[in-house]
């Protein structure tokens, strides 16, 4: 039972332009969301993230949205720069879950190409 | 900053072979977690632990176990290393809310 998916194997997009990333949830229970960013041979690296009492929470030129009734949740890059490039991972939490070891759950990942 | 090491970042291993895998990370975390990343398959979890001694299985914990007598060092064993195994291998420790990760270890089994 995938809880969280990313949908879009992969997305490209200009140099310039806006970078949307996408994510659906299908446990009510999570209420922390984040998203990660990988390079190749490289390990996954903290982005932004997003409490459940938030819809929106900005870092720079990263903005993630949170629709709760709809159990989606978006990552906005503005403007994206080649090296935004990457593999980029959904993760959630339920923080309610005592005995959950703090295990996050992952989506499958969106492969982010910018051209310059 | 916490600091997660993984011992290796590339390994190339036999068929047959008993592979550790090591991870160690400087701020005295309770929980660890050991990922493999494969392309459209995401970050799948291995194992993880919350404590010293203390092991979980995760979702693909077939062909592998670990091992945690000290709370900064998390080991990853595969006890016969098959060529299903060549993955990309994440260590983690939980950090506020969040994971921070290791450099990963490349292990290709041939």
């Known amino acids: 039972d995938q809880q969280v998916k990313q949908n879009s194997p992969s997305l490209s997009v200009q140099e310039g332009r806006i970078s949307i990333l996408n994510c659906d949830y299908t446990n009510s229970m999570f209420d922390y969301f984040l998203w990660y960013k990988k390079y190749p041979a490289e390990g996954p690296t903290f982005l932004i993230s997003?409490?459940?009492?938030?819809d929106k929470n900005e870092d720079g030129r990263f903005t993630v949205f949170l629709n709760k009734s709809a159990k989606h949740l978006s990552l906005h890059i503005v403007p994206s720069q080649p090296g935004d490039s990457a593999v980029y991972f959904c993760a959630a939490i339920s923080r309610k879950k005592e005995t959950s070891g703090s295990r996050l759950t992952f989506g499958e990942g969106t492969q982010l190409t910018v051209n310059p | 900053d916490v600091k997660v090491t993984q011992s290796s970042r590339y390994l190339v291993k036999r068929t047959g072979e008993k592979v550790f895998l090591e991870c160690v990370q400087d701020m005295d975390h309770e929980n660890m977690f050991w990922y493999r990343q494969d392309p459209g398959l995401g970050l799948r979890l291995i194992y993880f632990s919350y404590d010293v001694k203390m092991k979980e299985k995760g979702d693909i914990p077939e062909g592998y176990s670990v091992s945690r007598e000290k709370k900064e060092r998390f080991s990853l064993i595969l006890e016969s290393a098959s060529t299903n195994q060549t993955s990309m291998y994440l260590c983690?420790?939980?950090?506020?809310?969040?994971?921070?990760f290791g450099s990963g270890t490349r292990l290709t089994v041939v």
């Open positions: 997003i409490s459940s009492i938030k």
């Open positions: 983690a420790t939980y950090t506020n809310y969040g994971y921070t």
